[in-house]
């Protein structure tokens, strides 16, 4: 006779595998199907938007993300009889589900400008940090930062600020096939791997919906992550790296190299940016991944090739590397030193490539 919890245990390999197939098929089914529906409203990128793609792509790839994800969910529920989300998990979800509510209507309509999506994604925010303080980030173990965050007046705007930040971040670095994506999946893996309880789980699903994402982006060079799901991913990732920093399980400084590429690639953009008088929302292909893609198409001439070996290889040095050094050796590394060694590459490889006309005409 069969252990009643032999029958409320959810499936587990081949099964399992199986079935995650076929939540991961039609999630890109349901994403095809809203490209093309969104083709015919005007829902794809110009060739030029990203200054690495010459054709017209489609935005909705964030759909793919967050259907997996939802489905998945819905699968656990059916099976188990109960949400797998619940407590930190489901405040994390919710804040990446507002997010991704703010982009993809960007990505439907394009009528959102960036202010007002700035101001939206603040009030959103706001709100959940009103109703959830534990998002509030704890002291961290740094005594400059900490004198911040021990004082409630000043934490709160910090994590507003943050969690507000790291989407943003996210959504530019959206430029090269499997950059954002590429980061996003290490690191979910990284933060997945540790003891982060219900919502090391999500964070479980939330990556293989980025390996999904990424067969269809690296293969067709066709679909973007989009607003919707650049600040989708970019929430997830942020209140668990809140989250993983407040229960101590990981150190500051290796959280912080998982994400130096898209938080340094904004921030240098926004200050080179306000240090000619432009308006730091201004675009530009003064990225890195820009640079990058330039010189590979110059040295090699694929297009499509360049553009994949910009983004993975960008994912690969910023993300990989820290996290395979945490793998190997986690207990005799000085992450302050592998994310300075990162601020140096960084800079070290944008002034190499940068081009000396857009240096003079943009200001670099």
Not at 139 to 162: H, M, Q, R, Y
Request: include cysteine; charge should be neutral; charged fraction near 10%.
């Amino acid at each position: 006779m069969r252990d009643d919890k032999d029958i409320n245990r959810p499936l587990s390999g081949w099964p399992l595998l199986v079935i995650s197939g076929f939540i991961g098929g039609l999630s890109g089914i349901l994403a095809l199907l809203l490209s093309r529906w969104m083709a015919r409203y005007g829902g794809l990128d110009s060739p030029d938007k990203h200054g690495i793609s010459n054709v017209r792509a489609s935005r909705l790839g964030g759909v793919l993300i967050v259907s997996y994800v939802l489905f998945s969910i819905a699968y656990q529920y059916i099976s188990i009889g109960e949400l797998i989300v619940a407590g930190t998990s489901l405040w994390v979800l919710a804040l990446a589900g507002l997010f991704f509510s703010i982009g993809l209507f960007e990505d439907i309509k394009g009528t959102l400008s960036a202010r007002l999506r700035l101001l939206v994604m603040l009030g959103a925010v706001a709100a959940l940090l009103a109703l959830n303080p534990d998002i509030l980030i704890k002291p961290v173990g740094v005594p400059v930062f900490d004198w911040f965050l021990e004082n409630p007046w000043l934490a709160t705007p910090i994590a507003l600020l943050s969690l507000v930040f790291l989407p943003n971040a996210f959504n530019t670095a959206d430029g090269a096939n499997g950059l954002v994506a590429g980061i996003s999946l290490i690191t979910l893996l990284a933060l997945g791997s540790a003891d982060l309880g219900d919502l090391s789980l999500l964070l479980g699903l939330a990556s293989i919906s980025c390996l999904i994402f990424l067969v269809f982006n690296v293969m067709t060079a066709q679909f973007y992550l989009g607003d919707g799901g650049a600040y989708f991913l970019g929430a997830l990732v942020g209140g668990a790296l809140i989250t993983a920093s407040n229960t101590g399980v990981l150190p500051v400084w290796y959280l912080l190299s998982l994400i130096f590429y898209p938080s340094a690639d904004f921030l240098w953009s926004i200050c080179r940016r306000i240090s000619r008088g432009q308006s730091p929302m201004a675009s530009d292909e003064l990225h890195l991944h820009n640079l990058v893609y330039a010189r590979l198409r110059r040295l090699t001439g694929w297009q499509v090739g360049s553009n994949t070996m910009t983004g993975i290889g960008i994912a690969v040095i910023f993300a990989g590397l820290p996290y395979l050094a945490w793998l190997l050796a986690s207990d005799r590394v000085e992450w302050l030193w592998v994310f300075l060694l990162q601020c140096l590459t960084y800079l070290g490889l944008w002034f190499l490539l940068r081009p000396k006309l857009a240096a003079k005409s943009v200001g670099g």
